[in-house]
């Protein structure tokens, strides 16, 4: 699997309107820009470091992923995503290596990138995203 970088990391917040004076007061990160992606229901706010990025992630319905995730075990990290090359070759990889995916075919995420998550039981516990972007 050709792993190009952390693209991001993921972290779930009650509201990006609440974090904003953290991420961008405090830590002066610039906010990029505020997204719904309806499909995963939830807003995403990305915000740019080095060649990485913040994404905060506020559930816009309390049944979706992120919004069970504030339930069960409040705001903080939600997942690390890595940029790969070749997100259908990656899985595919993954697939034939036996790695428990939550995704098996890519969906689309924030920003117009193609994404799919493996399931935290095969990466200790961690939810990690993988990332097409062009």
Known sequence: MDTLKL???GIAVETIDAALPIWEGILGLPLHGIEEVTEQKVKTAFMPIGESEIELLESTD???PVGKFIAAKGQGVHHLAFRVANIDAALTELKAK???LIDETPRYG???ARIA?????ATGGVLVELCERK
């Open 7 to 9: 693209d991001h990391i």
């Open 98 to 100: 036996g790695v428990r």
């Open 117 to 121: 998550f493996l399931h935290p039981k």
């Open 62 to 64: 309390p049944e979706g």
């Open 110 to 112: 924030a920003g117009g």
